[in-house]
């Protein structure tokens, strides 16, 4: 019995975490329900009788996320002020970019629309939530309306395959995807990269197994849960914008953000690996990256 209960209580505290976040975010869409409700709103969820809907929520997650994480987000004043792609990496949970997200519209009361997958979409419970933060489908139609409408559109190319099967090498996961340089080019709007420093050592997946790969590849839909949760320091960082240029082509944009990502210069500073290559100690080290979490000399 005794040697049970440890192990039920060693699964619970590798997965606790994550629970917990799964049930702020239900949490959060009640918040919303009640909202409504009591201020019987009917109006788009993206206008801005929402805000303080909105505020609340950001705030809440935001203490959160200095709390629990000591989050820093840098570079701010390279988003254009008005619309863009932002490309980033796409750690085993999205709670870095929940984190952006939140001090982005405390900060400067700007929402940034989020390209999701299918599966979120179709997660019981959380609909109103998803239409009150700007959560889209990914299609190029969706894309370029926010973008006219003078959005920031975020987009993770990798996506859920990024978020199940990359690992502490930060290795990005993008295959064949270029639908975000194409909606780049048809608007005329910049793409900026971002990265959140140790995201891989905050939440991590069980390693690759070639069952749960092909599982997904069939489904689309994320079986392995993610573990972990450690308070490690999270630090966002902000790239500088590629601007857009009439004379690139598609395939040539994407080389552009991935040369980047992949050779480190003081020069470039507009890819999301180039950041990698600057903050982060690759293979990522959990217990280091818990270790600047309390480092007060490192800012």
Not at 20 to 36: D, E, R
Request: include cysteine.
């Amino acid at each position: 019995v005794i040697i049970g209960s440890l192990t039920i209580c060693g699964i619970l505290i590798f997965f606790i975490v994550p629970l917990a976040i799964v049930l702020f975010i239900y949490l959060s869409n009640i918040f919303v329900l009640i909202y409504q409700r009591n201020n019987e709103l009917k109006e788009d969820p993206l206008s801005n009788v929402w805000d303080s809907a909105r505020k609340t929520i950001a705030s809440f997650w935001d203490i959160y996320a200095r709390i629990w994480h000591g989050y820093e987000l840098h570079g701010v004043k390279n988003l254009p002020e008005g619309p863009g792609i932002i490309v980033y990496y796409h750690g085993a949970i999205p709670i870095d970019y929940l984190y952006f997200l939140s001090r982005l519209f405390l900060w400067k009361k700007r929402l940034c629309l989020s390209v999701a997958d299918n599966f979120v979409f179709r997660l019981p419970g959380l609909k109103l939530l998803l239409a009150v933060t700007g959560v889209i489908p990914g299609t190029r139609e969706e894309c370029l309306v926010a973008l006219r409408n003078g959005y920031l559109v975020s987009i993770s190319p990798g996506g859920v395959r990024e978020a199940l099967f990359s690992d502490q090498s930060y290795q990005l996961m993008w295959g064949n995807r270029k639908g975000f340089a194409q909606v780049a080019l048809e608007a005329k709007v910049p793409i900026i990269p971002m990265y959140t420093q140790n995201v891989r050592e905050g939440y991590r997946m069980f390693k690759e197994r070639r069952f749960f790969r092909q599982l997904y590849e069939n489904t689309r839909l994320p079986f392995t849960p993610p573990y972990g949760g450690l308070p490690v320091k999270f630090r966002t960082y902000i790239g500088e914008p590629i601007p857009y240029d009439p004379n690139i082509t598609t395939e040539e944009l994407v080389e552009k953000v991935c040369k980047g990502k992949f050779l480190f210069s003081f020069q470039t500073k507009t890819a999301v690996q180039a950041l990698i290559s600057k903050h982060q100690t690759i293979p990522g080290n959990m217990w280091k990256a818990l270790l600047e979490r309390f480092d007060k000399r490192r800012k």
